[in-house]
């Protein structure tokens, strides 16, 4: 029963960490979907 003390509160702070790096990738734009990059290999760059 004691180890219920010791592992609620850590996964309280592990939930936390998650959540504040998930709002911190979505607000920083990570999940951003960006075309340009991906199609940027098929352009054909080579002017003669």
Known sequence: M?????L???SVA???VVGVALFWAVKSGQFEVRDDEARSILKD???P
Request: proline share 7%.
């Open 45 to 47: 760059d080579d002017n």
């Open 8 to 10: 609620i509160p850590l």
């Open 2 to 6: 004691n180890i219920l003390l010791l």
């Open 14 to 16: 592990l939930l936390l």
